[in-house]
């Protein structure tokens, strides 16, 4: 009996082991198997998902022989992202003394400046920096030191135990004091830290604004950087502009930056993000749609603590097209030194002489070439220039530069064309009938069929002993640059007649070129109505020589040169000759357009070309272009700029005479003599025709 009962007593107790044994089993399929799902959702650690921008590649610019002008560098730089950077005042803090001790430990010393403090104290007193407050981070500071119940008085200046107080009020922001004031970093930590924090502070650091602290480092340094804490400290590769000729076609090429303000609507159209680099202006902004590309887009994931577990392209970038300039950029670097030669000759000469405002001063130009069969440009220079691979060092002097050296003054400055203008009248008068390549016209030296204005020819004064051209044709006209002749032709043409050819000829009309450019002013009753005030028949004498109102830009002079051997066809101007992938493949070429057109007979244009050449062999550019290899033609042109300063000196040309192959126009502002501005040309046309023979020097 006693036997069974143990018996039965072990049964019962196995059972109930076993029974406890299945549910514990099942309770352990239940959670690894049935209910995985619900504890990852519910219990597995949380993680994060934002995306960054990946820069594509922005495509480089070459000239019309493939050589690389602008090209592409790569930097890292490190910068801090708001979003998971450590909320405290002390864990930031340490942050960034690690990122600096590092830098300046292992890293280049020009990657890390500290940033502008604008406080300054001695012995205890605080002052503030007064140029610093005149810029945009001054203003955000004043308004942070109002919001900080610091504001200035109404002259703009603080009181002083004020300005004490909201600078403490920083430093009790930024951790870098306690409550009771007490120091809580050495004088040197405290400076850097309130530096930094400040400057983060005045950018708009932000979650949208990430601010970076380190730039170019070496992988090195952020592999050093890395090895401590890594929240909120991010590493970008930053795409640099390398400027392969500094100094040369700067004001072509233009520059590339953040986007602006009054950019920002028209870019957020087109998807840009709001911290893209782009053309700020020259070819960089005039091809923006083709050298940007479509960026790409990289996907990261942290966890709670800010930590990045993964990340991935989840967009791949797409780079720039490379664009392909119409201009040669070894004659572009002769065309500038040409102008600058030239401009520094006319300022020795002049200075030498005992007369007054003889050129001393001339101190500026341009020159411009174009193809004279496709009105693809081929040089555009200005002086004075600028380096472009400099730029961030030297704005501050280019900006207060007198001069104006950033002043692209082939494209944007507008110039009185003087004698340049009157080919192109000689061409309106001869279709129009009004005169024949034989009519002569009689110079009296003081033309009177006004009474109320009666110009005299340039010779007719006490200078040249008061003579005249006598009677003189069309050709020996424009050789001589006889005023007279043309003050009569003017009248009978009228100033309707001159203003519709000249509008199809290009003055005071876009040129077609890509770059920004004025379009300056065509003279005429339209002109002075649009402005209030009234055109007189005397004003159509002025016009006829080229003076009155007319102003245009050098291109566009050299455009209407273009046109007249063209025989009547605008050619449009253009600097962009192709562009293709990143494999090289040609994605886009362009191809010469005529813009408008007036017709010219033949007779008209040759009557026109061969007074052009006149003037290089007999007439007022002869000292320039005696014994030049080739048959040249061209005019000279001098316009009035004001009693106090020499006037302007224009010069147009083209070559060879029987085949025009390239047209360049160069104006020196204050040159005092048309002729002298040919120099510059001449030097151009060496080049061209020359270079690499026994005749590259040409002549003088």
């Known amino acids: 009996m006693q036997k069974r009962e143990h018996l039965l007593r072990y049964v019962c107790l196995a059972g109930f082991f076993c029974v406890v044994c299945l549910i514990f089993i099942a309770r352990l399929v239940s959670i690894q198997i049935a209910g995985q799902d619900y504890y990852t959702e519910t219990s597995g650690p949380k993680t994060y998902t934002r995306t960054e921008i990946i820069q ?14 602008v090209s592409n560098t790569f930097s890292y730089d490190i910068y801090l992202d708001a979003g998971s950077l450590p909320r405290a005042a002390e864990d930031r803090n340490a942050i960034l003394l690690s990122i600096v001790n590092t830098a300046k430990e292992y890293g280049n010393p020009d990657s890390f400046s500290l940033p502008e403090n604008p406080f300054t104290v001695k012995e205890d007193t605080v002052a503030l920096d007064s140029d610093f407050m005149e ?20 002259d703009g200046t603080w009181k002083a135990e004020d300005l004490a107080d909201g600078y403490d009020a920083l430093r009790l922001r930024y951790g870098l004091i306690d409550s009771e004031g007490a120091k ?20 708009n650091f932000s979650a949208a604004e990430p601010y970076t602290i380190l730039t170019d480092v070496s992988v090195e340094l952020i592999s050093r950087i890395m090895e401590g804490s890594t929240r909120g400290i991010r590493v970008s590769s930053e795409s640099e502009r390398v400027y392969n000729y500094p100094g040369t076609a700067s004001h072509i090429l233009g520059r590339v930056g953040r986007i602006t303000e009054e950019d920002a609507e028209y870019y957020k159209e087109l998807g840009y993000s709001m911290d893209a680099i782009v053309g700020v202006d020259g070819a960089e902004k005039a091809f923006e749609q083709y050298l940007h590309g479509v960026d790409g887009e990289l996907t990261i994931v942290e966890d709670g603590y800010g930590n990045v577990v993964d990340q991935y392209v989840s967009r791949e970038p797409v780079a720039g097209q490379h664009v392909y300039l119409t201009i040669d950029i070894e004659l572009q670097k002769a065309a500038e030194k040409a102008l600058a030669d030239n401009i520094a000759m006319i300022a020795e000469k002049g200075a030498a002489t005992d007369t007054l405002l003889d050129g001393e001063d001339a101190n500026a130009g341009a020159l411009t070439a174009v193809d004279a069969n496709t009105g693809a440009v081929l040089a555009i220079a200005s002086y004075p220039t600028y380096d472009l691979s400099t730029f961030s060092e030297t704005y501050a002097d280019l900006i207060k530069d007198e001069t104006s050296p950033l002043f692209n003054r082939a494209l944007e400055g507008t110039y009185a064309p003087g004698s340049t203008f009157k080919p192109g009248v000689a061409a309106a008068a001869l279709q129009e009938g009004i005169i024949t390549p034989y009519t002569e016209i009689q110079d009296l030296g003081q033309y009177t069929y006004y009474t109320d204005y009666q110009p005299k020819c340039w010779i007719y004064s006490p200078r040249y002993g008061m003579r005249t051209h006598g009677y003189v044709n069309v050709s020996e006209a424009i050789q001589v640059s006889c005023n007279y002749f043309f003050y009569d032709v003017g009248r009978q043409l009228t100033i309707t007649k001159i203003d519709e050819y000249c509008e199809k000829y290009g003055l005071g009309q876009p040129t077609g070129i890509e770059l920004s450019e004025k379009t300056g002013i065509l003279a005429g009753p339209k002109y002075r109505e649009e402005n209030g005030k009234i055109w007189y028949d005397g004003d159509t004498l002025q016009a006829a020589i080229g003076q009155s109102d007319h102003l245009f830009t050098p291109l566009q002079i050299n455009m209407y040169i273009t046109t007249l051997l063209g025989g009547g066809d605008r050619l449009g101007a253009h600097i962009l000759k192709e562009t293709r992938d990143y494999f090289g493949e040609v994605l886009y070429e362009a191809q010469p357009q005529v813009v408008d057109s007036i017709h010219l ?9 061969n007074a052009m050449k006149d003037v290089t062999e007999n007439g007022s550019a002869a000292r320039v272009f005696v014994n030049y290899p080739i048959s040249v033609g061209g005019k000279t042109g001098t316009a009035q700029v004001s009693e106090n300063s020499s006037d302007n000196a224009t010069f147009i040309a083209f070559a060879p005479f029987d085949d025009p192959q390239i047209v360049a126009t160069c104006v020196i502002e204050h040159g005092a003599n048309g002729t002298d501005a040919g ?19 040409g002549e003088g």
């Open 56 to 69: 594509a590649q922005r495509g480089n610019i070459y000239d019309c022989n493939g050589n690389a002008l």
């Open 135 to 154: 810029t945009v981070y001054g203003r955000r500071l004043t308004k942070l030191l109002t919001d900080l119940n610091c504001p200035p008085q109404e």
């Open 184 to 203: 809580l970093y050495d004088e040197q930590d405290a400076g850097l830290l309130f530096a930094l924090r400040l400057d983060m502070e005045l950018r």
């Open 601 to 609: 007979d033949d007779v008209v244009v040759q009557t026109v070309q």
């Open 679 to 697: 120099f510059a040309v001449r030097d151009l046309f060496d080049h061209y025709f020359f270079a690499g023979t026994e005749g590259e020097e």
